[in-house]
């Protein structure tokens, strides 16, 4: 056998033919899993993303429900690193088939999750956190493996900073990308089958690069493309998987859905009944939305004969600014909701537009589309009557805007003899919250005029009035209510022994101690 002197040793010419040749394919292969590296990065990232908004969209209190996601995954990533070291052979066939398994897993993590919790909502944090781990514990087993195959081509120093600098370019990419182009654009579950079918092209593509040093690529060939398949049928059919999951969610027709940056928008229709949720939770029923709507603007509003600038905050629905406009010496209304997505869909479809009488497209109507705390530090304007219809403080994000830091910008914006008015959570079923929000409007200078009004949808429901003055009760002319007369009005402001005060902390900007009374109190009714 011929043998050729190199650098003082010998090599037979089968081991040189492949080392030539693995130093030919060496550049290629390294670009291919560096790439790969950035791929799989995103990918796990957009896992976890899913997993952290679709359970704050399904139960509530984002920054408990991303905390332990995000806990969960990088324990898990830990032992999947920690595992690592038990894979010894075929260190490449073992990449593609975790590839493949954290594709199949987190592609249908999304869809899988939305049907536990429709159909089996008992279990569905165990199932969540189960699904965490598993993806973690994967591509925690990724990143090692590709480390020890390119460890032949790459110094230490380099081969480390190469391939984190990958890992750290794809989490970047994705954080990005998701809430700004794929949960608005694709959704979760599109979103999750889409990262899926990314992970199966790479497992594909070193399928192709490594071919030569397979000895089982048949049956990775025919695993891989199997579970490609699996995928591109769940991508295909996404619309339908989310509509049969929505559809057991929800007790009526579906007649408007999608994912916006912000939230789930969600409208259903039962004969004559609309009913719109936002991440899962009731805003209105058409069938008593009056009631709400009427107790919120009507009791202040009518106290200020003079009013002429209105400004809503939250209310993207037009209810809230409906009733406004029936008094005419308002001359102008500004609505300043977060989501453009909802103001468009209240402005445009027939049936909501028919809801809140066109109100979106008054000519004295303004809608800005921001931040409401943003908009009030570079706001200079002045109002005599602010309605801040927000969602209830059911997680922090939404808790700001409740504190006393809120409110003292509020109370910059209000005019001389000005009032506003808070929708403020059930004073029955969440006392201490709704309590809370009085004493926080206490606390920023404002004289409050707390309130309650039955509706049917919500149960007995909590409204706050405040001002720099004392307030007092209107003469109401009942001709442009449903609901509201001089009688029941003067009821609303009577609380009975089981809805009186207790005591309760302000709500600041450093504790948001009503996000935990409201979670605490809600959690009760809910069982």
């Known amino acids: ?69 995000i806990g969960t995954y990088l324990f898990a990533m830990g032992a999947g690193s920690w595992l690592s070291k038990y894979i010894t052979r075929d260190l490449i066939g073992r990449f593609i088939q975790i590839e493949l398994m954290v ?40 990143i090692p493996l590709v480390m020890r195959i390119l460890k032949r081509e790459l110094a230490f120093k380099d081969l480390v900073s190469q391939v984190l600098t990958f890992d750290y370019l794809g989490a970047l990419a994705v954080s990005i990308l998701f809430p700004l182009v794929l949960a608005p654009q694709l959704g979760m579950v599109r979103t999750g089958l889409l990262f899926g079918v990314l992970n199966v092209a790479v497992a594909l593509w070193a399928l192709h690069l490594f071919r030569e040093q397979l000895p089982s690529r048949r049956w990775l060939a025919v695993q891989s493309w199997g579970v490609f398949g699996l995928l591109a049928i769940g991508f295909a059919g996404a619309g339908q998987l989310t509509t049969f999951a929505e559809a057991h969610l929800y007790a009526d027709e579906i007649v408007h859905a999608e994912t916006t940056p912000y939230q789930r928008i969600v409208v259903t229709r039962w004969r004559d009944d609309l009913r719109l949720f936002l991440n899962n939770n009731l805003q209105f029923s058409s069938h008593d939305e009056y009631r709400y709507h009427e107790a919120l603007v009507h009791p202040g509003l009518a106290s200020l004969p003079g009013a002429k600038r209105v400004l809503v905050l939250g209310g993207g629905d037009g209810l809230a600014v409906r009733e406004i406009l029936k008094y005419p010496n308002v ?197």
């Open 1 to 69: 056998m011929s043998q050729f002197p190199v650098g003082g040793t010998a090599l037979t010419a089968p081991v040189l033919r492949r080392s030539m040749l693995f130093g030919l394919a060496s550049l290629p292969m390294r670009h291919a899993l560096l790439f790969s590296v950035f791929v799989i990065a995103s990918c796990g990232l957009a896992y976890e993303l899913i997993a952290g908004a679709l359970s704050s969209y399904l139960l509530g209190d984002s920054v408990t429900q991303f905390s332990t996601v």
């Open 103 to 142: 594709g199949l897993l987190g592609g249908f993590s999304a869809v899988g999750l939305f049907l536990v919790f429709t159909w089996l909502s008992a279990p569905f944090k165990l199932v969540l956190y189960l699904a965490v781990f598993g993806v973690g514990v994967l591509v925690g087993l990724e």
């Open 331 to 527: 001359e102008s209304v500004t609505l300043v909701d977060l989501d453009p997505a909802m103001t468009d869909l209240f402005a445009t479809a027939p049936a909501l537009v028919a809801l809140n009488q066109g109100a979106l497209k008054s000519e004295r109507v303004r809608v800005v589309n921001a931040d409401a705390l943003q908009w009030l530090e570079d706001s200079k304007e002045y109002f005599d009557f602010i309605v801040i219809d927000f969602p209830d403080p059911a997680n922090f994000a939404l808790g700001k805007l409740y504190t006393s830091a809120f409110y003292r910008l509020i109370e910059k914006r209000l005019s001389a003899r000005g009032l506003l008015v808070v929708q403020s959570t059930s004073p029955l079923y969440a006392r201490q919250s709704f309590w809370c929000v009085v004493a926080t409007l206490e606390s920023a200078g404002f004289k409050t005029a707390p309130y309650h009004a039955l509706v049917p949808s919500f149960g007995e429901w909590g409204y706050i009035i405040a001002g720099r003055q004392e307030f007092s009760m209107p003469a109401f002319a009942s001709d442009k209510t449903r609901f509201l007369t001089s009688e029941t009005l003067a009821g609303m402001f009577n609380f009975p022994a089981d809805m009186a005060r207790v005591p309760a902390e302000v709500n600041q900007l450093n504790n948001q101690v009503l996000v935990r009374y409201f979670e605490t109190e809600w959690r009760k009714v809910i069982r």
